[in-house]
């Protein structure tokens, strides 16, 4: 046992030598690592940073407006060597989203293959024959039309039913920063609790910056009191995103459009599976005209979505004072002119703001019955 412990004591006396030895040789170098090597180092981190932001350019300018709503400073950069990364950065991206969805279209005919020869799922089975049978409707009457609709604007009208035990979900930008308060202090009134979790610089372009999907399930998963969900979202979505499988879509294409509804959907069948009624506010006609084009576009894109769902559609433009896809900064009003926009074109003044918060309430059917 004795020589057990001094050989212990050996070894953790040598260890300890080491360590002195080791520190007085630094001491005396001064440095771990020699100058050198440091020095290539923040070489070699200034030159990646640099190449990562001359080709990335396009995406940080687009980050920036999306973001702060001005063009990027480096926007302006005039410079033909300059500009020559932008344009290397958008052929890497193409070729990365052509590569990509080679790949999702290889993997989708595997499976549909699959299904078809080896094991057909009901559900394959379902489309093939929908496909081979397509079902030939005949066209509604003017009543039946009439009916449907009203069936659909009652069940809507129940879903925005609400009592006091139950509360009120605020999803959205700077513009339902802008409004949701006046509807809070609405509902407070009349004892009806309510969420804001509304962020500005927000949308459902780029989930990575600011995930609604996410935050909304979360939100309504926590909270079972919640029926009522209100979501204004746009003008920080309309530029080419990012999708799901990583390949990037140019805005107002085919693919764009489609995966920008099957984000809407995404949200408003989590809610309304859960029996939350939604009210889904459109955005406004903008001051600067190319935003303005991309309103007009993203409203015609949300429509077409929202028509699909049992939920209440709000259009800001008319309210706003936007006719046919033109901005105005007043709304006229019982003879009088009401300025309802900020300076920058695109916020709401407090005026604006307490005119489309009472339109948005006023669809809210309150029920004194607990």
């Given at each position: 046992?004795?020589?057990?412990?001094?050989?212990?004591?050996?070894?953790?006396?040598?260890?300890?030598?080491?360590?002195?030895?080791?520190?007085?040789?630094?001491?005396?170098?001064?440095?771990?690592?020699?100058?050198?090597?440091?020095?290539?180092?923040?070489?070699?981190?200034?030159?990646?940073?640099?190449?990562?932001?001359?080709?990335?350019?396009?995406?940080?300018?687009?980050?920036?407006?999306?973001?702060?709503?001005?063009?990027?400073?480096?926007?302006?950069?005039?410079?033909?060597?300059?500009?020559?990364?932008?344009?290397?950065?958008?052929?890497?991206?193409?070729?990365?989203?052509?590569?990509?969805?080679?790949?999702?279209?290889?993997?989708?005919?595997q499976?549909?293959?699959?299904?078809?020869?080896?094991?057909?799922?009901?559900?394959?089975?379902?489309?093939?024959q929908?496909?081979?049978n397509?079902?030939?409707?005949?066209?509604?009457s003017?009543?039946?039309?009439?009916?449907?609709?009203?069936?659909?604007?009652?069940?809507?009208?129940?879903?925005?039913?609400?009592?006091?035990?139950?509360?009120?979900?605020?999803?959205?930008?700077?513009m339902?920063?802008?409004?949701?308060?006046?509807?809070?202090?609405?509902?407070?009134?009349?004892g009806?609790?309510?969420?804001?979790?509304?962020?500005?610089?927000?949308?459902?372009?780029y989930?990575?910056?600011?995930?609604?999907?996410?935050?909304?399930?979360?939100?309504?998963?926590?909270?079972?009191?919640?029926?009522?969900?209100?979501?204004?979202?746009?003008?920080?979505?309309?530029?080419?995103?990012?999708?799901?499988?990583?390949r990037?879509?140019?805005?107002?294409?085919?693919?764009?459009?489609?995966?920008?509804?099957?984000?809407?959907?995404?949200?408003?069948?989590?809610?309304?599976?859960?029996?939350?009624?939604?009210?889904?506010?459109?955005?406004?006609?903008?001051?600067?005209?190319k935003?303005?084009?991309?309103?007009?576009?993203?409203?015609?894109?949300?429509?077409?979505?929202?028509?699909?769902?049992?939920?209440?559609?709000?259009?800001?433009?008319?309210?706003?004072?936007?006719?046919?896809?033109?901005?105005?900064?007043?709304?006229?009003?019982?003879?009088?002119?009401?300025?309802?926009?900020?300076?920058?074109?695109?916020?709401?003044?407090?005026?604006?703001?307490?005119?489309?918060?009472?339109?948005?309430?006023?669809?809210?059917?309150?029920?004194?019955?607990?």
């Amino acid at each position: 046992m004795t020589n057990t412990n001094n050989q212990a004591c050996d070894k953790a006396n040598n260890h300890k030598v080491a360590h002195v030895q080791l520190t007085k040789h630094r001491a005396t170098t001064g440095h771990i690592m020699p100058k050198g090597s440091v020095l290539g180092a923040l070489v070699f981190l200034m030159v990646s940073a640099a190449g990562g932001i001359w080709l990335m350019q396009n995406s940080i300018n687009a980050y920036y407006i999306q973001t702060y709503h001005t063009p990027s400073p480096m926007a302006s950069i005039d410079n033909p060597a300059w500009r020559l990364g932008g344009k290397i950065g958008n052929e890497l991206y193409a070729r990365y989203g052509v590569m990509t969805g080679h790949i999702a279209k290889f993997n989708e005919l595997q499976v549909a293959n699959f299904n078809a020869n080896f094991i057909p799922t009901p559900t394959a089975k379902q489309i093939q024959q929908t496909a081979d049978n397509p079902i030939i409707t005949e066209p509604m009457s003017a009543d039946t039309q009439q009916d449907a609709l009203d069936d659909r604007q009652a069940k809507i009208a129940h879903s925005l039913t609400i009592n006091s035990s139950q509360k009120v979900l605020f999803a959205g930008d700077s513009m339902m920063q802008g409004i949701a308060p006046h509807i809070q202090k609405h509902l407070q009134s009349l004892g009806i609790d309510s969420v804001n979790l509304s962020k500005q610089s927000t949308g459902l372009a780029y989930p990575k910056l600011f995930d609604w999907s996410k935050t909304i399930k979360e939100a309504l998963t926590k909270d079972s009191s919640i029926k009522v969900l209100m979501v204004m979202l746009g003008p920080n979505d309309p530029w080419d995103m990012p999708a799901s499988d990583g390949r990037y879509l140019k805005f107002d294409t085919a693919e764009w459009h489609t995966e920008y509804q099957s984000r809407m959907a995404d949200i408003i069948n989590f809610a309304t599976e859960r029996g939350v009624g939604v009210i889904w506010i459109t955005p406004p006609n903008m001051k600067k005209a190319k935003l303005n084009q991309q309103m007009m576009i993203l409203n015609d894109v949300m429509a077409k979505e929202l028509d699909r769902h049992l939920v209440k559609v709000i259009d800001s433009r008319p309210i706003m004072g936007g006719v046919d896809g033109v901005y105005h900064e007043y709304l006229s009003k019982d003879g009088k002119q009401i300025k309802m926009r900020t300076g920058d074109g695109i916020h709401f003044s407090v005026a604006g703001q307490k005119i489309l918060a009472n339109q948005v309430q006023s669809y809210l059917i309150i029920n004194n019955q607990p």
